[in-house]
């Protein structure tokens, strides 16, 4: 399974980016998606997640701000976001995983993408 994100750049602070990222490989249907994030010397933390079914997740930092999507058929995810702020300054990353009542483990990452908002 690969994962290509894209999508990332500099804005400006109260502006608007979207991401996005492409799926490829031997998949299923079941799998949740998601976008975390990774700020210099910070951890890496989950922004958003979608199930199969459509059931999102977000971190409160981004509520109200950001959006996850998904297309199933085409095995894509979107985050639009909104109203950025400095602090959602990092780099974004686009993972794929097993659904929670799976018994198999997986868990695949994209290569990241940095989004700069300025002040």
């Known amino acids: 399974v690969q994962l290509q994100a894209s999508g990332g750049g500099l804005v400006e602070t109260g502006g608007s980016l979207t991401l996005s990222c492409a799926a490829s490989?031997?998949?299923?249907?079941?799998?949740?998606m998601g976008w975390y994030r990774q700020a210099p010397g910070k951890q890496r933390e989950m922004v958003a997640t979608v199930t199969s079914g459509g059931t999102t997740d977000y971190a409160p930092s981004v509520e109200g701000r950001f959006t996850i999507s998904r297309h199933n058929a085409r095995n894509t995810l979107t985050l639009q976001m909104s109203s950025l702020k400095p602090e959602d300054t990092a780099v974004y990353y686009c993972n794929l995983r097993n659904a929670r009542w799976e018994t198999v483990r997986y868990s695949y990452w994209g290569q990241g993408t940095l989004v700069t908002v300025s002040s």
């Open positions: 490989g031997t998949l299923g249907t079941s799998h949740r």
